[in-house]
């Protein structure tokens, strides 16, 4: 076909608005032909804009370990285990991926919410060491009892602030359990039940 | 151009702005507002989501709002930027300014508690000789407090209290739970008052649902949002205000917005930074002195109610209430002057990290104790001094390039006082109901983090000692008005925001009386 040729025929199809299809009575009359209906020129739907669905990071993947140690992370994981198991039919720490959240977590905090993680697990670790010989992460749960034992103590508000290693245990429990309770497994599991928890509320977005 | 000079510029649009706009604009009045903020679209800025999409669990952005706690991962987007928007204090003494810049300020999310004051504070020195007395008493305000309790659609419960004056609200008939009746039946035994909380209900109870529709309705109002005001300007002819300079939020580019009064409503702080930066109304040099606010001991007294355990009935716990101020009333009867009040509440479940155990334990008693908590907060008054005051930080400018305020605010062994009485009060009370008590702590939280912050242009007759005269009218420009909690004069124990409105109220109808007979 000559360019002139081209030109005139599209000249010569009828302006369509936006969203809109061909005339219906050219695809009526290609019907009564016995024909297949043709392609229209702007298919359905070709205009609007869909949400494309996507799903959250750590459904696929892993979050990367960039605060902790290998040490430090395991003696959390442990530490969670002990500080807020499965219990009732519903995840606990291990299976909420707490530690590995705490790491990312921690670790954008300031610097004095990562030292006292960080000196706290190599508290932990020292006195696991020092009194069975073994890091925190592989003693069993009296022996974890024995080193927990200021979280059995009736609460005071004036004594965390005194030993830096206390401090990091109430810090801990705290941390843990509000990651495991606020994570996904967890109000998965606690949706089924017959008052479930409200974990919705009113996201703000920036307001521009 | 469309620019016009208007009869009167607000600036501001929270409780005080909003007010006087809704009342100066049904007087026929033609008004200008400039709010610093945008104006909020409740469908578009917010969407419901569960707490783990949140990038951070709920937890929110590690250090994004030292100074905010009430900041949490779902509103953090709703405070003012701290970095856009910088202070300074004193190294060993922090200040937290709580603000939020958007059209309708704080009243967007204050905890809507509306209390009236009385002449306990109106007329404070006449009780026990300490600062000064307003210029104004409670009769002076009442009417006020009349139209300002409908406005906010109060709710409460009349008890005849001198101390808590009743007024214009809806009567409160909800049943007291019985953990709440055990606690009120041991308070009177000692003497000590208690009532409903007094709150402005709906489901929003703000400027931008209550006072702003009034105004826009008259046809007389115009709001410019995303308007950072630099300077109150003044005619170098008369010396009368004759309006201000702002700077558009998002492109820098600077305007001037003139009218025949300007009304300043910008918040305490913000408004006296505002009269600093602008270099008015300091002839007495007391502008921005005399800061003060509420001390919060925040669950003061954690309890257990005991019979709540496994919810074995409904209307065991449930439901607030309020001890209104009643130390120092009509005698001294403490080792500190004035009062503080308490609020208190039953039906949460304890904070965990309350509970001596952990693992399967813990998770067992927060099962158990869902619902049986009882806790008490202490909110008291803090003393005016001169000692506490704001002044402009030449060295720090905002986002805009307008220089910030450096807060120098302390509390004191009278504040300190209060709090351990009240502690030793709560646990007494919480005893005596048959309560496990779990913690208590007389702790309180950083000046300013009540958000109750006032008093840096204090009213007062005498222009050598105060700032504003009983009209909220500066003693030094008379077409100039102040009408936020920066004009109070004391602020007893009573949340600060229903006396706010009363206080533009009046200060707006003189106002409109001024100029009706042509003296502004």
Known sequence: MKRRTLLRSIAAIPSLAAGQTLPQRETTAARDKGLPAGPTLIPPGVNETPTIPVIPADETSDSRIRTFDGQQLAALARLGEVLVPAWDGKPGAAEAGAAEFLDFLVGSSPANRIELYKSGLDELNRRAQQQFGKPFAAISQADADSLLAPLREKWSYGRAAKNDFEAFLLAAKGDLLRATVNSRPYINAVSQERRPRNASNFFWYPIS | ???????????????????????????????????????????????????????????????????????????????????????????????????????????????????????????????????????????????????????????????????????????????????????????????????????????????????????????????????????????????????????????????????????????????????????????????????????????????????ARNRPRPGITGGDGYVPRFRNL????????????????????????????????????????????????????????????????????DAWGIPALHIRAKYTENEFAMARDAMNTAEELCHDAGFEVLAKHWQMVPPGESIHELGTCRMGDDPKKSVLNKYNQTHDIRNLFVVDGSSFVSGGSQNPTLTICAISMRASDFIAEQMRRGDI
Request: proline content about 5%.
């Open chain 2, 1 to 307: 151009m469309f620019h016009r000079n208007y009869d009167v510029l607000i600036i501001g649009s929270g409780a005080s702005g909003g007010t006087a706009a809704r009342q100066l604009t049904r007087k026929g009045i033609h008004c200008l507002m400039l709010d610093a903020g945008p104006a909020v679209d409740f469908t578009r800025d917010r969407e419901l989501k569960k707490v783990y999409t949140l990038p951070y669990r709920g937890f929110g952005q590690p250090g994004r709002f030292p100074h905010v706690t009430q900041a949490d991962e779902y509103t953090e987007n709703v405070w003012a930027d701290e970095k856009q928007n910088p202070y300074t204090y004193p190294k060993d003494d922090p200040y937290y300014w709580v603000r939020v810049r958007l059209v309708g300020g704080k009243t967007l999310f204050w905890g809507r508690a509306s209390w009236r004051l009385s002449n306990y504070e109106f007329k404070c020195k006449d009780h026990d000789g300490f600062g000064e007395n307003w210029p104004i008493e409670y009769n002076d305000l009442a009417p006020y407090y009349d139209q300002a309790e409908p406005m906010l659609r109060v709710q409460g419960r009349k008890e005849g209290l001198p101390q808590l004056p009743d007024g214009v609200f809806m009567e409160d008939k909800s049943r007291d739970s019985e953990a709440s009746q055990r606690f009120i039946a041991a308070a009177r035994k000692r003497g000590i008052p208690t009532t409903k909380e007094r709150v402005a209900t709906g489901q929003l109870a703000s400027s931008v649902n209550r006072m702003l529709p009034d105004a826009l309705e008259t046809g007389k109002l115009q709001i410019v949002s995303n308007a950072v005001v630099r300077q109150i300007t003044t005619d170098p002819n008369t010396g009368l205000a004759n309006g201000a300079i702002f700077i558009d939020r998002r492109s820098r580019q600077e305007f001037h917005a003139k009218a025949r009064v300007v009304v300043v409503g910008a918040s305490c702080l913000e408004s006296t930074r505002l009269l600093l930066n602008s270099g008015l109304a300091n002839s007495s040099g007391v502008l921005g002195h005399y800061l003060f606010d509420q001390f919060y001991v925040k669950d003061v007294v954690s309890c257990i109610v005991p019979e």
């Open chain 2, 330 to 397: 009509d005698r001294r009867e403490k080792d500190f002057l004035r009062g503080y009040a308490m609020d208190f509440n039953s039906g949460g479940t304890p904070n965990p990290e309350l509970l001596p155990c952990y693992g399967a334990e813990l998770l067992r008693e927060l099962n158990e104790l869902q619902g049986a908590s009882f806790s008490l907060t202490a909110m008291g008054e803090v003393l005016p001094r001169y000692e506490n005051y704001v002044e402009i930080d030449k060295s720090t400018v």
